[in-house]
């Protein structure tokens, strides 16, 4: 019994394989082979037919007929969307990180300087950084709080006293572009002659001093009277992050650096109590 169970599984056993027509029982064709060769064609088969579809599908716009499967059109959104959503990131991280330095330089804490900064992202599990980034939202809510609590009469005031302060001129050059809030341009661009010396307007703090793919080399101020001044554009910075600083001292060289610069000049912003202000109103250029 077992032998016959032996000789029925053997795969080498020959099969011979007739075709004929039903009514004269005429042979049309006929072959030999065995079970072995027959296994084989069908594997081969399966597999061609599957490497087949895969190609067609992966391969040619029939992929596209699949219900689900993104097309052109909506990679290209969703790589778009992508690029903004890290754009406004970074724009919102780089917030985060000045207002950061701001509150450390008023309690008497060393500045977090830019390029530790980077290293720190590497460890994301840095209990600074997860500190610096988890204040976003509350600080984001105090902002549009406080900006809710302002009013004109309180704006009058504010601005009455910086009538006194004397501004030093941070270049000389001539105004290419003045200030005008409404529409979207809430500084001022000074075209001035290639590496003339960028001076601080007044006494401060440097709060931020490094490279941004926009503004290139930028620097930022703090000064009293919650005062804050920015200079953009530069060919090169003078002073770094915790740097002290007075009135009339060289911090920057005028260039034309970064992706949003049309000339040699100086893109300056005077921003007081969280707002910008018109730099000319107080300065004389």
Same mark, same amino acid.
């Given at each position: 019994? =077992?032998? $016959? ?10 099969? $011979?394989?007739?075709?004929?027509? *039903? ?18 064609? =069908?594997?081969?088969?399966?597999? %061609? %037919? ?26 290209? *959104?969703?790589?778009?969307? !992508? ?13 985060? =990180?000045? @207002? ?7 309690? #008497? ?7 530790? %900064? ?13 500190? +610096? &980034?988890? !204040?976003?939202?509350?600080? +984001? ?8 609590? =302002?009013?004109?009469?309180? $704006?009058?005031?504010?601005?009455? !006293? ?35 010396? @960028? ?13 941004? /793919?926009?503004?290139?080399?930028? *620097? ?16 090169? +910075?003078?002073?770094?992050? #915790? /740097?002290?600083?007075?009135? #009339?001292?060289? *911090?920057? @060289? ?23 202000? /018109?730099?000319?109103? &107080?300065?004389?250029?």
């Amino acid at each position: 019994m =077992f032998k $016959r169970l032996k000789n029925k599984f053997r795969i080498r056993k020959n099969w $011979r394989i007739t075709v004929r027509e *039903i009514e004269t029982t005429s042979e049309v064709f006929s072959f030999t082979t065995t079970k072995g060769i027959l296994i084989t064609l =069908f594997v081969v088969a399966a597999l %061609l %037919l599957v490497a087949a579809t895969y190609l067609i599908t992966a391969h040619t716009a029939v992929r596209y007929l699949i219900p689900g499967y993104p097309n052109k059109e909506t990679r290209a *959104i969703q790589e778009a969307n !992508q690029r903004r959503i890290d754009s406004l990131e970074n724009e919102v991280s780089l917030w985060a =990180f000045q @207002v950061n330095n701001i509150q450390r330089i008023v309690t #008497g804490r060393e500045p977090i300087d830019m390029d530790s %900064l980077r290293v720190m992202q590497k460890d994301s599990t840095s209990s600074l950084y997860r500190q +610096l &980034y988890a !204040q976003k939202d509350s600080i +984001l809510r105090n902002e549009v709080v406080n900006e809710e609590t =302002f009013n004109i009469s309180s $704006r009058d005031r504010n601005i009455e !006293q910086l009538e006194g302060i004397h501004f030093f001129t941070p270049v000389k050059g001539i105004i290419t572009q003045s200030y005008n809030a409404a529409i979207g341009h809430p500084y001022i661009d000074i075209a001035a002659t290639e590496d003339e010396i @960028v001076y601080s307007v007044l006494d401060g703090t440097v709060i931020s001093a490094g490279w941004n /793919d926009d503004t290139g080399y930028t *620097i930022q101020i703090q000064h009293n009277n919650n005062l804050v001044s920015i200079y953009k554009h530069n060919s090169r +910075l003078l002073k770094k992050t #915790g /740097d002290r600083v007075s009135a #009339g001292t060289p *911090i920057a @060289v005028v260039g034309d650096t970064g992706n949003l610069s049309y000339g040699i000049h100086l893109h300056f912003e005077l921003w007081h109590n969280g707002e910008t202000i /018109d730099p000319t109103a &107080y300065i004389k250029f």
